[in-house]
Protein backbone atom coordinates (compact mmCIF):
# COMPACT_ATOMS: atom_id res chain seq x y z
CA UNK A 1 0.00 0.00 0.00
CA UNK A 2 1.15 3.75 -1.08
CA UNK A 3 2.56 5.87 2.26
CA UNK A 4 0.19 8.82 3.36
CA UNK A 5 2.13 12.11 3.05
CA UNK A 6 2.00 14.05 6.13
CA UNK A 7 0.04 17.27 6.26
CA UNK A 8 3.70 19.23 5.51
CA UNK A 9 5.07 16.50 2.79
CA UNK A 10 1.54 17.35 1.07
CA UNK A 11 1.47 20.74 1.78
CA UNK A 12 5.46 21.10 0.22
CA UNK A 13 4.19 18.66 -2.53
CA UNK A 14 1.45 21.38 -3.69
CA UNK A 15 3.89 24.05 -4.08
CA UNK A 16 6.10 22.15 -5.85
CA UNK A 17 3.11 21.11 -8.47
CA UNK A 18 2.18 24.60 -8.78
CA UNK A 19 6.01 25.62 -10.16
CA UNK A 20 5.43 22.79 -12.32
CA UNK A 21 4.24 23.62 -16.00
CA UNK A 22 1.81 21.16 -17.71
CA UNK A 23 4.44 19.58 -19.86
CA UNK A 24 6.39 18.87 -16.52
CA UNK A 25 3.13 17.58 -14.71
CA UNK A 26 2.54 15.69 -17.70
CA UNK A 27 5.59 13.63 -17.44
CA UNK A 28 5.38 13.43 -13.70
CA UNK A 29 1.81 11.35 -14.85
CA UNK A 30 3.40 9.24 -16.47
CA UNK A 31 6.45 7.77 -15.13
CA UNK A 32 3.90 7.20 -12.10
CA UNK A 33 0.97 5.53 -14.82
CA UNK A 34 1.46 1.87 -14.91
CA UNK A 35 -0.27 2.08 -18.49
CA UNK A 36 2.33 4.43 -19.44
CA UNK A 37 4.98 2.52 -18.58
CA UNK A 38 4.03 -0.13 -20.49
CA UNK A 39 3.03 2.04 -23.39
CA UNK A 40 7.10 3.29 -23.06
CA UNK A 41 7.96 -0.78 -23.07
CA UNK A 42 9.44 0.37 -19.37
CA UNK A 43 6.65 -2.47 -17.77
CA UNK A 44 6.56 -5.83 -20.02
CA UNK A 45 3.40 -6.37 -21.36
CA UNK A 46 1.90 -9.51 -23.96
CA UNK A 47 0.84 -6.99 -27.09
CA UNK A 48 -1.86 -7.91 -29.39
CA UNK A 49 -1.99 -5.07 -31.35
CA UNK A 50 -0.03 -1.79 -31.67
CA UNK A 51 -0.44 2.03 -33.82
CA UNK A 52 0.62 5.33 -33.65
CA UNK A 53 -2.63 5.79 -31.22
CA UNK A 54 -3.31 3.00 -29.40
CA UNK A 55 -1.68 -0.60 -27.15
CA UNK A 56 -3.52 -3.51 -27.43
CA UNK A 57 -2.18 -5.76 -24.43
CA UNK A 58 -3.49 -9.37 -22.25
CA UNK A 59 -4.74 -7.93 -18.76
CA UNK A 60 -2.47 -9.28 -16.01
CA UNK A 61 -5.62 -11.02 -14.10
CA UNK A 62 -8.28 -11.99 -16.86
CA UNK A 63 -11.61 -12.34 -16.15
CA UNK A 64 -10.76 -15.08 -18.55
CA UNK A 65 -8.08 -16.26 -20.62
CA UNK A 66 -7.66 -13.80 -24.20
CA UNK A 67 -9.04 -10.48 -21.85
CA UNK A 68 -7.81 -7.33 -23.58
CA UNK A 69 -6.95 -3.97 -22.89
CA UNK A 70 -7.16 -1.00 -24.74
CA UNK A 71 -5.39 1.47 -23.90
CA UNK A 72 -4.30 5.25 -25.55
CA UNK A 73 -0.80 5.53 -25.94
CA UNK A 74 -0.87 9.47 -24.64
CA UNK A 75 -2.40 9.87 -20.95
CA UNK A 76 -6.31 10.16 -20.08
CA UNK A 77 -7.79 9.14 -16.94
CA UNK A 78 -11.11 8.98 -18.23
CA UNK A 79 -12.89 8.70 -21.33
CA UNK A 80 -14.92 12.56 -21.45
CA UNK A 81 -10.86 13.86 -21.48
CA UNK A 82 -10.50 12.20 -24.62
CA UNK A 83 -10.67 14.46 -28.26
CA UNK A 84 -13.57 13.00 -29.93
CA UNK A 85 -11.32 12.08 -33.28
CA UNK A 86 -9.27 9.95 -31.07
CA UNK A 87 -12.77 8.26 -29.20
CA UNK A 88 -14.17 7.62 -32.81
CA UNK A 89 -11.04 5.72 -34.16
CA UNK A 90 -10.87 4.13 -30.14
CA UNK A 91 -14.29 2.82 -30.82
CA UNK A 92 -13.52 0.83 -34.25
CA UNK A 93 -10.39 -0.29 -33.02
CA UNK A 94 -12.14 -2.22 -30.26
CA UNK A 95 -15.14 -3.08 -32.65
CA UNK A 96 -12.39 -4.65 -34.93
CA UNK A 97 -10.20 -6.39 -32.45
CA UNK A 98 -13.27 -7.93 -30.40
CA UNK A 99 -14.31 -9.56 -33.82
CA UNK A 100 -10.69 -10.77 -34.17
CA UNK A 101 -10.44 -12.27 -30.28
CA UNK A 102 -14.01 -13.37 -31.10
CA UNK A 103 -13.09 -15.67 -33.90
CA UNK A 104 -9.48 -16.05 -32.59
CA UNK A 105 -10.64 -17.85 -29.67
CA UNK A 106 -14.08 -19.44 -30.63
CA UNK A 107 -15.78 -17.37 -27.99
CA UNK A 108 -19.54 -17.30 -27.68
CA UNK A 109 -20.03 -13.69 -26.69
CA UNK A 110 -17.91 -10.77 -25.77
CA UNK A 111 -18.03 -7.84 -23.12
CA UNK A 112 -16.53 -4.56 -23.46
CA UNK A 113 -15.84 -2.94 -20.06
CA UNK A 114 -14.58 1.07 -19.40
CA UNK A 115 -14.62 1.87 -16.17
CA UNK A 116 -14.22 5.71 -15.26
CA UNK A 117 -13.35 6.72 -11.63
CA UNK A 118 -12.35 4.86 -8.60
CA UNK A 119 -16.48 5.02 -7.61
CA UNK A 120 -16.93 2.77 -10.95
CA UNK A 121 -14.34 0.38 -10.06
CA UNK A 122 -11.61 1.70 -12.35
CA UNK A 123 -8.28 0.93 -10.41
CA UNK A 124 -5.74 2.51 -12.91
CA UNK A 125 -6.21 5.90 -13.76
CA UNK A 126 -5.54 5.74 -17.49
CA UNK A 127 -8.33 5.20 -19.93
CA UNK A 128 -8.87 1.82 -21.05
CA UNK A 129 -11.13 -0.53 -22.40
CA UNK A 130 -11.55 -4.08 -21.59
CA UNK A 131 -12.49 -6.78 -24.35
CA UNK A 132 -13.73 -9.83 -22.24
CA UNK A 133 -13.97 -13.05 -24.28
CA UNK A 134 -17.14 -15.02 -22.96
CA UNK A 135 -17.82 -18.83 -22.52
CA UNK A 136 -21.08 -20.20 -21.68
CA UNK A 137 -20.76 -21.28 -18.03
CA UNK A 138 -17.61 -19.51 -17.51
CA UNK A 139 -18.74 -18.16 -14.43
CA UNK A 140 -17.73 -14.42 -14.95
CA UNK A 141 -20.82 -12.16 -13.67
CA UNK A 142 -21.68 -8.27 -13.97
CA UNK A 143 -24.69 -8.37 -11.63
CA UNK A 144 -26.59 -5.78 -10.03
CA UNK A 145 -29.20 -5.66 -7.85
CA UNK A 146 -32.08 -3.44 -9.38
CA UNK A 147 -33.15 0.27 -7.88
CA UNK A 148 -36.49 1.10 -7.23
CA UNK A 149 -37.51 4.33 -7.14
CA UNK A 150 -40.72 6.41 -7.65
CA UNK A 151 -41.81 7.34 -11.09
CA UNK A 152 -41.51 11.07 -10.49
CA UNK A 153 -37.70 10.72 -8.80
CA UNK A 154 -36.79 8.27 -12.36
CA UNK A 155 -37.95 11.68 -14.31
CA UNK A 156 -36.15 13.87 -12.55
CA UNK A 157 -33.23 12.45 -13.30
CA UNK A 158 -33.92 11.87 -17.04
CA UNK A 159 -34.95 15.53 -17.74
CA UNK A 160 -31.53 16.17 -15.56
CA UNK A 161 -29.76 13.64 -18.19
CA UNK A 162 -31.84 15.26 -21.39
CA UNK A 163 -30.84 18.67 -20.75
CA UNK A 164 -27.30 17.74 -20.37
CA UNK A 165 -27.71 15.63 -23.70
CA UNK A 166 -29.18 18.96 -25.70
CA UNK A 167 -25.77 20.26 -26.85
CA UNK A 168 -24.35 16.90 -28.08
CA UNK A 169 -22.97 17.70 -31.62
CA UNK A 170 -21.42 14.73 -32.97
CA UNK A 171 -21.99 15.96 -36.53
CA UNK A 172 -18.60 17.33 -36.83
CA UNK A 173 -16.79 13.84 -36.13
CA UNK A 174 -15.44 12.46 -39.42
CA UNK A 175 -14.37 8.68 -39.67
CA UNK A 176 -13.22 8.38 -43.21
CA UNK A 177 -15.61 5.40 -44.88
CA UNK A 178 -13.02 2.75 -45.76
CA UNK A 179 -14.03 0.46 -48.83
CA UNK A 180 -14.04 -2.12 -46.03
CA UNK A 181 -16.80 -0.80 -44.50
CA UNK A 182 -18.71 0.09 -46.93
CA UNK A 183 -18.27 -3.42 -48.08
CA UNK A 184 -19.52 -5.10 -45.16
CA UNK A 185 -22.68 -2.74 -44.54
CA UNK A 186 -23.57 -4.31 -48.74
CA UNK A 187 -22.61 -7.88 -47.18
CA UNK A 188 -24.63 -7.54 -43.85
CA UNK A 189 -27.83 -5.76 -46.25
CA UNK A 190 -27.62 -9.02 -48.46
CA UNK A 191 -27.83 -11.12 -45.52
CA UNK A 192 -30.91 -9.09 -44.05
CA UNK A 193 -32.56 -9.60 -47.51
CA UNK A 194 -31.64 -13.02 -48.59
CA UNK A 195 -30.73 -14.86 -44.95
CA UNK A 196 -27.00 -15.12 -46.60
CA UNK A 197 -24.33 -16.04 -43.98
CA UNK A 198 -22.43 -13.21 -42.26
CA UNK A 199 -19.03 -12.59 -42.72
CA UNK A 200 -16.81 -13.88 -39.40
CA UNK A 201 -16.40 -10.17 -38.17
CA UNK A 202 -20.30 -10.21 -38.07
CA UNK A 203 -21.28 -12.97 -36.34
CA UNK A 204 -21.09 -11.79 -32.66
CA UNK A 205 -24.88 -11.82 -31.52
P1 LIG B 1 -9.88 -1.20 -14.11
O1 LIG B 1 -10.44 -1.78 -12.85
O2 LIG B 1 -10.91 -0.99 -15.16
O3 LIG B 1 -9.06 0.05 -13.85
O4 LIG B 1 -8.93 -2.30 -14.71
C1 LIG B 1 -7.54 -2.27 -14.60
C2 LIG B 1 -7.05 -3.56 -15.17
O5 LIG B 1 -5.66 -3.42 -15.41
C3 LIG B 1 -7.23 -4.76 -14.23
O6 LIG B 1 -8.05 -5.73 -14.87
C4 LIG B 1 -5.81 -5.25 -14.01
O7 LIG B 1 -5.73 -6.65 -13.96
C5 LIG B 1 -5.07 -4.68 -15.21
N1 LIG B 1 -3.64 -4.45 -15.01
C6 LIG B 1 -3.05 -3.77 -14.01
N2 LIG B 1 -1.71 -3.78 -14.18
C7 LIG B 1 -1.45 -4.47 -15.31
C8 LIG B 1 -0.26 -4.84 -16.01
N3 LIG B 1 0.95 -4.48 -15.58
N4 LIG B 1 -0.38 -5.56 -17.14
C9 LIG B 1 -1.60 -5.94 -17.59
N5 LIG B 1 -2.75 -5.62 -16.97
C10 LIG B 1 -2.69 -4.90 -15.83
Not at 40 to 64: C, H, M, Q, R, T
Not at 128 to 149: L, N, Q, S, Y
Request: hydrophobic letters at 40%; charged letters at 30%; proline letters at 6%.
Amino acid sequence: MAEQLTPEQAAALQEKLKQMSPEQIQELVKKQCVFCRIVAGEIPSKKVYEDDNFLAFLDINPANIGHVLVVTKDHFSVLPQLPNELAAKYFVLVKELSARIYDALGAQGINILQNNGPAAGQEVPHIHIHIIPRFEEDGVRFTWEPKKAEESEVDAVLNKIKAKAKDIDIKGVSVSKKKEVIEMTEEREQFDSKGAAPSPARRIP
